[in-house]
């Protein structure tokens, strides 16, 4: 997929600009982190000047006159500023380090806020879901992320900073001559001299970053396969702790495939894999030529300085001063060529996790709000609407024209992939309409304030999930009110399993959140959906087959008490078994993503040549009806 391909070379100004605007987004999301590690990088690149400056000065003194007096005060300044200079920044770390841990969760939220905030119908779209994943596993496993641009920034600038600070304590290395004294030595001074020292200075700083960025990026490049073969080993290595396939491994000896991938020495991070192949070939030999053009650079300035020194251009106090700043300059050029390179290898990486972040919100939010009416008379109308999912080629409804009044009770029903919770995520305006319009008393739903409109409905879908929570804190979504809680729970024939539950509505469901959770089966735990959604007390209650896991007492339970339990709501209720809506008011049938017949369940059945009767008839072959 084109979108989440971060292998997409960036041209130097997009990358550039990709960092920064990553960059601005934490400046503006959490500025502290971005400002203390400022402040700490910058600090740690400057602070050694002082201490080489007063060992100089120390030297000088040894080498001249040793004067005591002297020799005492540069000893105590060099002592003082040393342990200055280890205590703020002792400080500094630690407050870097407060402030990190106090807000490296938010990294995570600005995704989290996201994926709350973006519009359902892109939630459900797969290569939505794809660019999300690539991100966090970009992230996760391979280390790649949006942060990274605060440290290519805070890298950049200390830099930045160590090399201005350097070049100030090297300028009088230029300027100071080779006395006539030097002889045949003061060729150094020539400008050619100057030129050629200068050049291979810069040379040697320039070589190792260079060669390192270029086994960075090749390391890059390979980001993906490093995902993979992470997600092969998160797969295999902890097979066995994976409920939902313990059993089958134990009986089926899957093991097997877990120690085939664990001895393979093939495999990506093993001996003869991928990564191990790139260190000991391309990448390990640009690693080590770096880390060697670097150690002959520093041979080449010893030893250019000390000749300068030894023709008598400065004293000996100046060699220390000149080659740590010398290398220092050289180091910082070194930084910031690595982190220029950086902006390159993570401008793909960024932009990924950028362009999710920013995908647009496109759906209308309303201001609207609902009315709020005792007599809960609520009306909906469904006009000519059609949909189809993006990407699709096919409308999933098509033309449905609809309308039902409070208090009733209507039912969906119709052959799986029929359209109907389409239709029904149409009316919670989880999507809206491609064509045509719905009405809630006669206003377009995309007028009311988004929020509002939820309140109206209450929803128990097939692929619902309950959260790690208590029962009590499950059915009320909050902390709610224990009685009405536990009232719910027994209207939906939970009571006989509640009064087993050691704690009541307080017990946790399942081990996540609490380790003396208890798990409910599939049947139990739809019950308790259907609880939830009768707390929320909304106008409209919506059960998307409900059934669907239950046995068939409980499902009988159920259909023995919806009357009870939709009480004066309006009920829609979906299914495609038959049986189940018989008892409904209104029976809409879908077929195709088109209603094909509306009416109760007598008159339908009466229309022997249409969709219901047919269904009907298919069906009763396997029930008793
Ligand atoms: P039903 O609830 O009657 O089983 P659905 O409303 O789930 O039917 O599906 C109607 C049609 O829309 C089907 O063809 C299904 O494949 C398609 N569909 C459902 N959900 C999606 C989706 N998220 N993306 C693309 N197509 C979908």
Redesign the pocket.
């Known amino acids: 997929m084109k979108k989440t391909d971060a292998k997409k070379q960036l041209s130097r100004r997009e990358a550039f600009s990709v960092v920064w605007a990553s960059f601005r987004l934490f400046l503006r999301e959490m500025p502290e982190l971005v400002i203390s590690g400022l402040v700490v990088r910058i600090f740690a690149a400057v602070s050694p000047y002082a201490g080489i400056w007063f060992s100089a000065r120390l030297v000088d003194e040894l080498a001249g006159d040793k004067d005591p007096q002297k020799l005492m005060l540069w000893a105590g300044l060099a002592l003082i500023c040393a342990a200055l200079i280890s205590l703020a920044s002792a400080f500094l770390e630690r407050w870097r380090g407060a402030v990190r841990w106090t807000t490296w969760r938010r990294h995570e939220r600005l995704y989290a806020e996201k994926l709350l905030r973006m519009d359902y119908v892109k939630c ?1 779209d797969t290569a939505v879901q794809q660019h999300f994943f690539t991100v966090q596993k970009n992230w996760h496993n391979a280390g790649h992320s949006i942060g990274d641009a605060i440290d290519i920034f805070e890298g950049l600038i200390s830099a930045v900073a160590s090399i201005l600070a350097g070049v100030g304590m090297t300028l009088s290395f230029f300027q100071s001559r080779v006395p006539p004294a030097g002889g045949a030595l003061q060729v150094l001074d020539r400008p050619a001299m100057l030129i050629l020292a200068a050049g291979l200075i810069l040379l040697a700083s320039l070589l190792p970053p260079a060669l390192s960025n270029r086994a960075g990026q090749i390391v890059a490049n390979v980001a993906g396969e490093f995902v993979r073969a992470e997600n092969l080993f998160l797969h295999f290595g902890y097979l066995g702790i994976k409920r939902k396939i313990a059993t089958d491994i134990r009986l089926f000896r899957l093991e097997k495939f877990s120690d085939r991938y664990n001895t393979d020495k093939e495999n990506t991070f093993f001996s003869r894999g991928l990564f191990a192949k790139m260190m000991r070939g391309k990448v390990g030999l640009l690693y080590a030529s770096g880390a060697a053009a670097s150690q002959l650079f520093s041979g080449a300035v010893y030893l250019y300085v000390c000749l300068k020194a030894w023709a008598g251009a400065f004293g000996i106090g100046a060699v220390t001063q000149y080659v740590a700043s010398i290398s220092r300059v050289a180091s910082g050029v070194s930084e910031l060529l690595s982190f220029a390179g950086k902006v390159r290898v993570e401008a793909p990486f960024i932009k990924l996790g950028l362009d999710f972040l920013n995908i647009p919100e496109e759906m209308y939010q309303g201001t609207l709000s609902v009315e709020k009416r005792r007599d809960r008379e609520y009306e909906v109308e469904f006009r000519n609407v059609s949909f189809r ?1 993006p ?2 080629e ?1 409308f ?1 409804l098509k033309n449905v024209s609809l309308r039902f009044r409070v208090g009733s009770r209507l039912a969906v029903v ?10 029904i995520k149409l009316l919670c305006r989880l999507y809206d309409p491609t064509e045509g319009e719905i009405l809630l008393n006669g206003i377009d739903i995309r007028k009311y304030d988004p929020e509002d409109y939820y309140r109206v409905f209450a929803v128990v879908f097939q692929d619902y999930s309950l959260p790690a929570f208590c029962l009590r804190q499950i059915v009320a979504a909050g902390e709610g009110d224990p009685a009405r809680v536990e009232e719910c729970l027994r209207k939906v024939g939970f009571g006989e399993k509640l009064d087993a539950l050691p704690d009541g509505i307080e017990t946790y469901i399942t081990k996540g959140y609490d380790r003396s959770g208890v798990d409910l089966s599939g049947g139990e735990a739809q019950k308790v959906a259907i609880a939830r959604a009768l707390y929320k007390d909304a106008p409209f209650i919506i059960l998307d087959e409900p059934t669907a896991s239950l046995d068939p007492v409980a499902e009988a339970e159920i259909y023995e008490h919806f009357a009870e339990i939709s009480g004066d709501r309006t009920a829609v209720y ?1 299914s ?1 078994r038959l049986s189940s809506c018989k008892f409904c008011d209104e029976i809409a049938v ?1 077929d195709h ?1 088109r209603v094909v017949q509306q009416g109760s369940h007598e008159a339908l059945l009466a229309d022997t040549e249409g969709k219901y009767h047919a269904l009907w008839n298919a069906q009763a072959q396997y029930y008793n009806q």
């Open positions: 459900e999912y990407g699709a096919d999933a119709g052959e799986n992939g029929s359209g109907k919770t389409t239709f979906i495609h879908f993503g």
